[in-house]
């Protein structure tokens, strides 16, 4: 079975500076995908990035960039400039192809942005 | 249109009621899912349809009870439900499952209370 682990419960950053959170992994399979979603407080779920593990290139979305580490089963999640928006929890999440779109999600980090 | 609706927002329900929750999208996905969310806590996969056909059910309580009638609309019925079963409750779409393109689209979600 797949598990994902997120190891900070929580974390804080001052507006326009750059926050990391982790992610990782743990699974046997070659080819699957990695997800971060994000869900602010009372809103929903909203997908913030993807990786495809065939992909080598790490993905980027605007202010949003992942290090994905395949060998380390590690994939974090970079936000440059952060915003008062970005207050939201950050789930990590893992699919592995072809099994029905089973997709099992990290506890998740509750980030908060301080002005 | 990239949105998926729920209602009703919030439901308080006593043990012995029958309530249904509704889920509709229109971006033509052909796959779709319930949640079911405790705070704090990441989602946790309850169902899943795939070209209207139930693919996955995640060991779920026989009191709730999902239903695809067509493409576009997915429901939840309640019966008998416990005090623990309170939590947010997503419901979730994406393209059909053989295509590759695995990106969920989550709707706002219904918040119910059990008393």
């Known amino acids: 079975a797949q598990t994902v682990t997120q190891s900070q419960p929580e974390m804080s950053v001052q507006e326009a500076e750059t926050v990391t959170l982790s992610c990782t992994y743990d699974?046997?399979?070659?080819?699957?995908?990695l997800f971060w979603y994000k869900q602010p407080p009372s809103r929903q779920m909203i997908l913030v990035i993807r990786q495809e593990a065939y992909k080598q290139q790490n993905a980027t979305e605007n202010r949003f960039s992942v290090n994905f580490q395949k060998a380390a089963k590690s994939f974090s999640l970079k936000i440059s400039d952060s915003q008062l928006g970005d207050t939201a929890m950050y789930f990590c999440?893992?699919?592995?192809?072809?099994?029905?779109?089973?997709?099992?999600f990290g506890a998740g980090t509750r980030l908060t942005v301080k002005p | 249109d990239t949105e998926v609706t729920q209602t009703p927002k919030h439901l308080v329900m006593g043990m012995t009621n029958k309530k249904s929750l509704k889920c509709e999208q229109h971006?033509?996905?052909?796959?779709m899912y319930w949640y079911k969310q405790k705070a704090k806590k990441p989602p946790e996969l309850m169902f899943v349809y795939s070209y209207e056909k139930l693919s996955i059910n995640e060991s779920v309580p026989s009191r709730f009870s999902p239903e695809c009638p067509n493409s576009s609309l997915l429901n939840l019925h309640l019966h008998a439900l416990q005090p623990e079963d309170s939590a947010l409750y997503l419901c979730a779409s994406s393209q059909d499952i053989p295509s590759g393109n695995y990106e969920q689209y989550f709707g706002p979600g219904t918040r119910l209370t059990v008393t």
């Open positions: 699974t046997s399979e070659n080819n699957y995908y």
């Open positions: 971006m033509g996905h052909r796959a």
């Open positions: 999440a893992f699919m592995k192809p072809l099994t029905n779109n089973d997709m099992r």
